[in-house]
């Protein structure tokens, strides 16, 4: 979870100012998400509106053709559109970007996805069904594809593996590490070899989200709505199914039916909650390798490199 930023958020009021043209009286932060900065930005006029910063490199390349999706999409009543400013859809801030959106007045889930209620469920499995159905090729934007790549976590893994620095790396990185590498990278191994697989054989592709969790949803007086597209690729569906195949209130025969497909893969959805373990730990154990031992931040990144390490018994 991001922290407020004072250099980031005044950033992003002088940048809402410039380029968007909105006089901005306040902004409030709102600690949701890794990968970006956001906040509620109340103009004065009274009008909110949602603005997002993003440095991290892999979103920030695909972000105009997400919000330009967006846009082609916006009839759909679970979507929020980008707000475009003179034909653009982010503009450029310090080391990424950022872009606008309406503010939607609402209750962020922060509950778990396994924990969530029967009518909540199928609520979103209607949502996931119409978003895998969307005929990709009536869609004029170029989605980001995948391409079940082996390489990332491989250098990532080995980066972290490399003799340690005493000045940035602390003592309880180095006691985590010890205890996890070895089963970890076993664990990337078997993610690289379904990969490979997926690489020769491609199976078959939709649109997906990416990130269909809790603190993505809103519950507003409008109906649900689906927020921080970021993550959205032309994927396998399992892609997004990997977020609700442990709830108990969730069909995967309901949802079969609504896209009039008679199964899915097991596989592929493993292969895809390999994936979101590994990066979360990877994420967190270069977090803790910088981190201070007297950062307060510590305690977080432990618990949740071990969720994920004791959720898949390997040590």
Known sequence: MK???PTIKQAVGTSIRNNYGFDIKRMVFIPVGEESYAYKAIASNGKAYFAKYCGKPNIVKTINQVNSFLVEIVNKKYVVPPIVSNGNFSFEL???RVYVYPYVEGEILTIPNEEFGKSLVNEITNIMADVH?????????ILPVEK???KTFIDSYKLLGKPPKAEVQNKVFKELWKKYHKGLGNYINDY???GQKYQKNLPNMVITHGDITGRNIILSEKGMMLVDWDG?????????????LDNPNFSIDSY???IRQASYQPELAKYYGQRWAIESILDNFEKLSNAGTADELVKEYVDEIENY???????
């Open 3 to 5: 922290y407020d930023n």
């Open 94 to 96: 310090l080391e990424g």
């Open 133 to 141: 159905n969307i005929d990709i090729n009536t869609v004029n934007t």
């Open 148 to 150: 079940f790549d082996t």
């Open 192 to 194: 690289v070899s379904q």
């Open 232 to 244: 959205i690729t032309l994927a396998p569906r399992e892609k997004d199914l990997i977020f609700y």
């Open 256 to 258: 079969l039916k609504l």
């Open 309 to 315: 390490i004791d959720s898949r018994s390997f040590k």
